[in-house]
């Protein structure tokens, strides 16, 4: 079946910075989903993306939809320790309803 | 508030039992799914179901069975627990894809250890 690559696996990094993650795959997505999953929940939409070259921002948190419809990246500006869990890519298309997802890259907060 | 819930947090069992981990979403949605969570290996769908009695193979089926008798309630069996079957376990919902972009609604999982 169809396959995401994500990166990195983990992060470590101080409060305050910012970071960056991408996801990248072998076939075509018409739409691109991050999600977050907190420690001991399930995972939760944080932005979706359907229109290939898009940038969306939601409060720190900005994701692109690259040209290619091949990749997404998530950046996160300042971060804080409420940022930590972990986050999942999902790529998928309009007719299954069905997503693909990142095996997902935790991040972890130094304050 | 959309909900998803499962009907257990937390499950010990023994191998070879049968156990049933049960999802309610209150959203209304056709669509709904099983996946399984291991370190590392990220989220691998077990069962798929777009509609009450249709289902689907992910691409983890081996080892479970899957029943929707009722919109809102998705079912995951394992019919003989094996200890490799030891994971969180996550439900999801969603609408179809022509009303959403596919954004699926999580249950806050269940945690399965076969000893």
């Given at each position: 079946?169809?396959?995401?690559?994500?990166?990195?696996?983990?992060?470590?990094i101080?409060?305050?910075?910012?970071?960056?993650?991408?996801?990248?795959?072998?076939?075509?997505?018409?739409?691109?989903?991050?999600?977050?999953?907190?420690p001991?929940?399930?995972?939760?939409?944080?932005?979706?993306?359907?229109?290939?070259g898009?940038?969306?921002?939601?409060?720190?948190?900005?994701?692109?939809?690259?040209?290619t419809?091949?990749?997404?990246?998530?950046?996160?500006?300042?971060?804080?320790?409420?940022?930590?869990?972990?986050?999942?890519?999902?790529g998928?298309?309009?007719?299954?309803?069905?997503?693909?997802?990142?095996?997902?890259?935790?991040?972890?907060v130094?304050? | 508030?959309?909900?998803?819930?499962?009907?257990?947090?937390?499950?010990?069992?023994?191998?070879?039992e049968k156990?049933?981990?049960?999802?309610?979403?209150?959203?209304?949605?056709?669509?709904?799914?099983?996946?399984?969570?291991?370190?590392?290996?990220?989220?691998r769908?077990i069962?798929?179901?777009?509609?009450?009695?249709?289902?689907?193979?992910?691409?983890?089926?081996?080892?479970?069975?899957?029943?929707r008798?009722k919109?809102?309630?998705?079912?995951?069996?394992?019919e003989?627990?094996?200890?490799n079957?030891?994971?969180?376990?996550?439900?999801a919902s969603?609408?179809?894809?022509?009303?959403t972009?596919?954004?699926?609604?999580?249950g806050?999982?269940?945690?399965l250890?076969v000893?």
């Amino acid at each position: 079946g169809q396959q995401l690559n994500q990166s990195p696996q983990s992060m470590f990094i101080q409060e305050g910075e910012d970071v960056s993650m991408n996801c990248t795959s072998s076939s075509i997505f018409n739409t691109w989903l991050w999600y977050k999953q907190d420690p001991g929940e399930g995972p939760v939409l944080l932005i979706a993306l359907y229109k290939a070259g898009e940038l969306t921002s939601n409060g720190r948190l900005t994701a692109q939809f690259g040209i290619t419809r091949k990749d997404s990246f998530l950046n996160i500006s300042a971060s804080i320790p409420s940022d930590v869990g972990i986050y999942f890519c999902a790529g998928s298309n309009t007719n299954a309803g069905k997503s693909t997802f990142g095996d997902g890259t935790t991040l972890t907060v130094k304050p | 508030d959309v909900k998803v819930t499962q009907s257990s947090r937390y499950l010990v069992k023994r191998t070879g039992e049968k156990v049933f981990l049960e999802c309610v979403q209150d959203m209304d949605h056709e669509n709904m799914f099983w996946y399984r969570q291991d370190p590392g290996l990220g989220l691998r769908l077990i069962y798929f179901s777009y509609d009450v009695k249709m289902k689907e193979k992910g691409d983890i089926p081996e080892g479970y069975s899957v029943s929707r008798e009722k919109k809102e309630r998705f079912s995951l069996i394992l019919e003989s627990a094996s200890t490799n079957q030891t994971s969180m376990y996550l439900c999801a919902s969603s609408s179809p894809p022509d009303v959403t972009y596919n954004e699926q609604f999580f249950g806050p999982g269940t945690r399965l250890t076969v000893l």
